[in-house]
Every structure is written in C-alpha cells, then in structure tokens.
C-alpha cells in the first residue's frame, strides 16, 4: 500500500491511499475502476466509476452533509452563552464540522466521487414539530482569536455578529444554511465566514461570506447546486 501524506489537496493518480483515519483504493477492471473506502471506526463504502483512466485525484473538505439528513441546514449551539449589549457587534470564530470529498480527475474534468464523516453526528430541530427545520447539530464555542481545526474533521468559522436591538441580547444558538457556505483550504486549514444580524431576542438573520485572507488556500468543490434567484440568508424565527 502506498502511504502519503495527512493533508488536504490534489495528489498524482495511485491505485492506494492510506490517511491516518481512513483509506481507499482504485482498482481498474476492464472498462471501470472499483473504489472502495474504509473510515477508522469502519464505515465501508464500494462503487464502481465508469472511467478506464484517472489523471489525479483530490481529497477536499466539503459541506457537512450526511446521507441521514439531506438537508442544508446547520445548528450551532454555544457551549457559553454571549451576552451582547444594544447595538453592538462582535467578531470571532466558531469551529463547525466540515465533510471529507473524494474527486477524480480526467483531462482536466473534475468528478466527486464519494462523501464521508469522520466525527460522530447528532440532528436536532429548530422551532416546533409542524414546520420547524430539521439541523445537523453542532456544539462550538466563541472565540475571539482564530483556532486550530482537526485535520479532515473540522474548519474555522469566521463570525460577525450583530445586535441590531435595542435590548441586551443572550445568544445561545445559530441557524445557517450550509448550502451557500464558501469553503477555502490549504494543506491543514479550512476557512469559513458568516455573519448573523440579531434583530431581538426571537428574530436572526443568518449569511454565509466570502472568507477573508484566503491568499495561497484553494476553494472546494462546490458539492450543493444552489440556485442563482434564490436567497443565501436564512431567518432564525423561533429564538436565538
């Protein structure tokens, strides 16, 4: 088996790749390649990839999405409340769980092939049981300087937060369609940005940005079609 590097990026066409946390192979028979993928805790996955030549391959950080849950939404939930006064505004950083993707490349074409966890996922729901958003859930803190994400498990979030009220405001949550999230990586690092616009203590605006300082990180893939009318902010509704 060949071993390689623990990192994020395109790598030159091998039939075996072995990470600390998972591995895969390509093996071409006939007129197709088998793949198949092994997580640490043994997630397997098998397919077959209607291609007889692969040029290189990427490993990428992507969306977290997760085959139980096909929806785009993310509830991050703050281990500390923050207590922001009226008309304020905070900026920070959040860690959130990010995908590992699997893309092929073939005469400069680029074609995901498989989508994997390696952390453990909870779901929870946003306001009642009739038309409240089902979330994958995330527990995070509130950071006031960047922190180091988990190798192939976690990014940064870079968070402006807004206290558009005339109340003082606890926040204890955040809702966020991952669907528009821009993610930017180099070898180690993943890169995120949002802002949230608190208008009282029921009512959030929620958007994801264009990450800042990404010279020398590469964009991912882009995993989710969104489409270009339709709105990237998402209303928090029932409570912050």
Known sequence: MSVISNHYGEYPFKNDYIFDKFKFTFTLDSQVFRYFRETFHSQKKNLLISLNNIDKII????????????KTHLMLELSEPLVLPPDSEIRGFFDFPVSVAILVIVNNKITPIDLFQLL????????NSHNGVLCRYWKTSFY?????PRIFETGVLEIEIQNSSSSTITLTRLVMDFAYIEL?????VVKAKARARIQSESLCETQFLVPTDVHNFTKSYDLIPTKILSSSKFIMLYGI
């Open 59 to 70: 490993v990428q950080p992507s969306e977290p999405l997760v085959s139980d849950l096909p």
């Open 120 to 127: 453990p996922y909870k779901f929870a729901l946003y306001g």
């Open 144 to 148: 006031p300087v960047p922190i180091e």
């Open 184 to 188: 930017f990586y180099n070898w180690t």
